[in-house]
């Protein structure tokens, strides 16, 4: 499950952070504790604990004593947002400047999106 240079902890924050987005982690669901992380993946408690940590306090999860972990009401929102604005500066913003360079213009851009987007019509 882990792999790459990247810190365990910042793989299991960004595991549950899309957990959130595609809503399989509800908003007032319960986490997997840290004790349940290390003992399912095999890593030390405090590694999990810290990726809980950072995300307590971006404020997408909170800590109910003596119970456990849950999705804070709002996650989802506030991730759709952040990611929202993560795709127009750095996947929409190029592709249209590379559009502006090939000549392509706003309305063939529209059709084709209209054209190909897969549910048909842009939202």
Known sequence: MFEGREPIYVQIARRIRAEILAGTLPE???V???TQY?????INPATAAKAFAELVDEG???KR???????????????????RHTYFTDVLD?????ADLLGIGVEE???HITRNHPRGTAR
């Open 94 to 98: 190029p592709a249209l400047a590379q």
């Open 60 to 62: 997408l999860l909170y």
């Open 28 to 30: 007032e669901g319960q």
């Open 38 to 42: 290390a003992t399912t993946f095999r």
């Open 32 to 34: 997997m504790s840290t």
């Open 109 to 111: 851009l529209i059709e």
């Open 65 to 83: 004593r003596g119970v456990g972990m849950f999705v804070a009401t709002g996650a989802r929102e506030r991730l759709l947002g952040q990611h």
